[in-house]
């Protein structure tokens, strides 16, 4: 998915979610986005469709209910998952071409996680990762909610990607963690051990471990009540 960034909103009614209304909501706050590439998900959700223009390290979730899928995968129509379809519904021109939009520059501010990682228009290079020895990753596993979590194989089968990559981020600047990370992603149904350790070496060369209060706000249904949280917040 290069050059491209997806806003996956979930919807399902059991689970008191609804991305389509969680974005129409926060058009109101950010203004309009234009008209794209959109497509209705087989369980009545939408990828809405962007260039990744001004893009640099996004957050992983909005709300409960949209993802924002960045350098990872989608699939697109005519894809189906259990005899149900994938299906554009805006974004095509006259001539059948796609059209990819630019988001606006409000949503781009609201989509970057942190000012600090901003990219410096002068220089593509990034910081490497430090990479930590004599780390006890059971403890960490212990004391951290959103690891526990991931690290469950019936959660780990059906991971969203953002939160596969934040626990790539986290485990990959620790040292002689690759089998670690590939254990771990392993339950996934479409794992690949060849794109899986691509991402690993690009987490450690460009990357930098996302925080406890990065993930805690990205993903509050996991962290909801942990201590560690509650405890970085008030560092």
């Given at each position: 998915?290069?050059?491209?960034?997806?806003?996956?909103?979930?919807?399902?009614?059991?689970?008191?979610?609804?991305?389509?209304?969680?974005?129409?909501?926060?058009?109101?706050?950010?203004?309009?986005?234009?008209?794209?590439?959109?497509?209705?998900?087989?369980?009545?959700?939408?990828?809405?469709?962007?260039?990744?223009?001004?893009?640099?390290?996004?957050?992983?979730?909005?709300?409960?209910?949209?993802?924002?899928k960045?350098?990872?995968?989608?699939?697109?129509?005519?894809?189906?998952?259990?005899?149900?379809?994938?299906?554009?519904?805006?974004?095509?021109?006259?001539?059948?071409?796609?059209?990819?939009?630019?988001?606006?520059?409000?949503?781009?501010?609201?989509?970057?996680?942190?000012?600090?990682?901003?990219?410096?228009?002068?220089?593509?290079?990034?910081?490497?990762?430090k990479?930590?020895?004599?780390?006890?990753?059971?403890?960490?596993?212990?004391?951290?909610?959103?690891?526990?979590?991931?690290?469950?194989?019936?959660?780990?089968?059906?991971?969203?990607?953002?939160?596969?990559?934040?626990?790539?981020?986290?485990?990959?600047c620790?040292?002689?963690?690759?089998?670690?990370?590939?254990?771990?992603?392993?339950?996934?149904?479409?794992?690949?051990?060849?794109?899986t350790?691509?991402?690993?070496?690009?987490?450690?060369?460009?990357?930098?471990?996302?925080?406890?209060?990065?993930?805690?706000?990205?993903?509050?249904?996991?962290?909801k009540?942990?201590p560690?949280?509650?405890?970085?917040?008030?560092?």
């Amino acid at each position: 998915m290069s050059g491209l960034i997806v806003l996956d909103c979930d919807v399902d009614e059991t689970r008191g979610l609804n991305g389509i209304e969680t974005l129409e909501k926060l058009k109101l706050e950010l203004g309009p986005l234009p008209a794209t590439l959109t497509q209705k998900t087989p369980r009545t959700g939408r990828h809405s469709i962007f260039s990744s223009r001004g893009i640099c390290s996004p957050r992983g979730k909005i709300g409960n209910d949209i993802d924002v899928k960045y350098r990872g995968y989608v699939m697109i129509s005519p894809s189906s998952i259990d005899g149900k379809r994938y299906e554009i519904v805006d974004g095509v021109d006259e001539n059948g071409n796609f059209i990819i939009a630019e988001l606006p520059k409000p949503w781009i501010e609201y989509l970057e996680k942190s000012p600090s990682y901003q990219s410096n228009s002068t220089s593509k290079e990034a910081k490497p990762s430090k990479i930590y020895t004599e780390i006890d990753t059971d403890r960490m596993f212990n004391n951290c909610k959103f690891l526990s979590h991931c690290s469950i194989e019936e959660n780990a089968s059906c991971l969203p990607e953002p939160m596969w990559h934040s626990m790539i981020q986290v485990l990959s600047c620790i040292e002689d963690s690759d089998s670690l990370i590939h254990t771990l992603s392993e339950p996934y149904h479409s794992y690949s051990y060849k794109e899986t350790q691509k991402k690993i070496d690009n987490a450690r060369k460009f990357g930098q471990p996302h925080s406890c209060d990065y993930i805690s706000a990205n993903f509050p249904e996991i962290c909801k009540n942990c201590p560690s949280a509650i405890n970085e917040r008030l560092v």
